[in-house]
C-alpha cells in the first residue's frame, strides 16, 4: 500500500535507482537523500528568499527544486515530489528562478542544494534527468521516473 493518495510511493525510499547507478559509476560518495535534504529553504517569491535570508552558496553546484503535495499520518512524513535539477552558481540560479514570473503560479517551492566543482554537478544533473522525469526541465530530460523525498514537519517549517 502506498503511503500518498498523489503519489503510489511509501515513505523512506528516495532515488534508490540513482543511489545504485552513481555507485556504480562514480566515487562521489553523493546520495538522492542528501540531495533531497541539505540546506533546504522555500520560496513563493523572490521576496522570501530576501527574507529569510538562508546561507546559499554563491559557488557551483547542484540544485533541486521541490513542490510539497501530500502527507503521510504514518510515518509524519510530508511527499515532496522533484520539479527541476539545475547546476551552476546556485545562488544566482535559485534567485533567477524566484524572480521569474508565473514560475511558481503561487505555490511554495522548496529548494536544496549541494556545493560541488561544475564537473560533478554536471554529471549528476545528467544522471537525474536519464532517471526521472522533471516537469519543469524541458531539455535533455528523457527520465521517466519519479523523484519523491519525505521531509519532516521541522524541515518544512524552517529548511535545514
Ligand atoms: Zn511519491
Ligand atoms: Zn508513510
Redesign the pocket.
Known amino acids: 500500500m502506498s503511503?500518498y493518495e498523489e503519489c503510489d510511493c511509501?515513505?523512506g525510499q528516495e532515488g534508490n535507482e540513482f543511489d545504485s547507478m552513481i555507485l556504480s559509476e562514480t566515487n562521489f560518495d553523493v546520495t538522492a537523500s542528501q540531495l533531497a535534504h541539505s540546506n533546504m529553504g522555500w520560496f513563493c517569491g523572490f521576496d522570501d528568499l530576501h527574507d529569510n535570508q538562508w546561507p546559499i552558496s554563491k559557488d557551483d553546484g547542484v540544485y533541486l527544486l521541490w513542490e510539497k503535495n501530500d502527507y503521510?499520518p504514518?510515518?509524519e512524513?510530508f511527499h515532496s515530489k522533484a520539479l527541476y535539477v539545475g547546476k551552476g552558481r546556485v545562488k544566482a540560479r535559485i534567485y533567477d528562478h524566484a524572480k521569474k514570473k508565473g514560475f511558481t503560479e503561487g505555490n511554495i517551492i522548496y529548494f536544496t542544494f549541494l556545493e560541488m566543482p561544475n564537473r560533478k554537478a554536471k554529471y549528476i544533473e545528467q544522471l537525474l534527468l536519464d532517471l526521472y522525469d522533471f516537469p519543469l526541465n524541458r531539455a535533455e530530460n528523457n527520465g521517466r521516473g519519479k523523484l519523491c523525498a519525505y521531509i519532516s514537519q521541522e524541515e518544512a517549517d524552517f529548511g535545514s
Open positions: 503511503c511509501k515513505c503521510c504514518v510515518h512524513k
